[in-house]
């Protein structure tokens, strides 16, 4: 079946500093990736959608030039959260959508930032 | 545009006992529908999907859903439940484009008791 890795699982960063998260499709490729944020006890929110080799299609208030979302590939896609603060802290999941298996999602990444 | 509301936010029941998760959705052209099992600081599990034919549709871990296009709704079951069944559901809905998002309902915290 469809797997989706997702790296690092959990992350602690200092203020101010950035981070990146990866998301590989490791036995298909994606055509589309997703990113969504996850607040405690709450519903994923999608905060981007990418094609590989295009732009990332952000969602109305999720500022692009703090989560900075590369596709370069079929198999990869990574979310840099670009000088963070406490704020940021969350779970962060990607999604990878094949054209046979649908959407897989990663492990999440919960990020600290101290 | 899609919208997901899952009408119950927790649901306690005892081991061995059947369980209904509630999901209603609308949407304005046809869709596929999705249910999804996540456990603390994990991703998302497919448990099952309906994208066409019978509307009753079975999925992994003794799960079943159906689909009910006039009342447009896809309630998750089970008849009988086991303790390693705690865990957040959610129901999702996507468009039938190519690469299309999903959207999420609120999700349902299902919680079985010894």
């Known amino acids: 079946g469809a797997v989706v890795s997702q790296h690092p699982s959990r992350v602690i960063c200092k203020s101010g500093t950035s981070v990146k998260i990866e998301c590989r499709s490791l036995d298909f490729q994606a055509t589309t990736m997703f990113w969504y944020r996850q607040f405690p006890k709450q519903s994923l929110m999608l905060m981007a959608t990418s094609n590989e080799g295009s732009k990332a299609t952000y969602e109305q208030g999720v500022e692009k030039d703090k989560f900075l979302i590369n596709h370069a590939s079929l198999t990869l896609s990574t979310l840099t959260v670009t000088s963070a603060h406490p704020e940021d802290s969350s779970f962060y999941i990607c999604s990878a959508r094949g054209q046979l298996y649908g959407y897989t999602f990663g492990s999440g990444t919960r990020l600290t930032v101290v | 545009a899609q919208s997901v509301t899952q009408l119950d936010s927790q649901v306690p029941v005892f081991e061995e006992a059947p369980v209904e998760l509630r999901c209603n959705y609308s949407s304005s052209v046809s869709v596929y529908l999705f249910w999804y099992v996540q456990y603390p600081n994990q991703g998302l599990q497919l448990l099952l999907k309906?994208?066409?034919?019978?509307?009753l549709v079975k999925g992994i871990n003794g799960f079943e859903a159906e689909f009910n296009k006039s009342q447009t709704s896809f309630h998750l079951r089970k008849p009988s439940v086991h303790i390693s069944d705690t865990a957040e559901y959610f129901c999702?809905?996507?468009?039938?484009?190519?690469?299309?998002?999903?959207?999420f309902g609120e999700g349902t915290q299902l919680t079985v008791n010894p």
């Open positions: 999702a809905v996507s468009d039938q484009k190519s690469g299309s998002r999903l959207t």
């Open positions: 309906y994208l066409s034919g019978s509307t």
